[in-house]
């Protein structure tokens, strides 16, 4: 999903990246907002949405903070600024 902003407002959207395995289909999903000079950043790091449940080395689920520093590290790993910036028209 994508708004795209104007003088008065930036340009704001939705992003989710997912793959599949023999295990089913796996997501996750976040805002963005593109701030000045063309920076196109996580609106809230805090409110991923996913279908994960991330298990530490002991098998045991990790707890909802440790899940979601967990996520970050893994979007911030992907390319997702790129493809928005190339979804807004800019280079």
């Not at 340009?11 to 907002?33: I, K, N, P, R, Y």
């Not at 000045?36 to 002991?58: C, E, H, K, R, S």
Request: glycine share 10%; net charge negative.
């Amino acid at each position: 999903m994508l708004v795209a902003g104007d003088a008065a407002r930036p340009s704001t959207g939705q992003t989710l990246w997912f793959g599949e395995s023999g295990h089913g289909a796996a997501g996750v999903a976040w805002d963005w907002v593109r701030l000045p000079y063309g920076v196109v950043a996580m609106a809230d790091p805090m409110a991923l949405i996913t279908n994960l449940q991330l298990i530490n080395t002991a098998g045991e689920v990790l707890a909802p903070m440790e899940s979601v520093r967990q996520l970050n590290e893994i979007v911030h790993a992907l390319p997702w600024q790129s493809e928005v910036q190339r979804a807004l028209g800019v280079h």
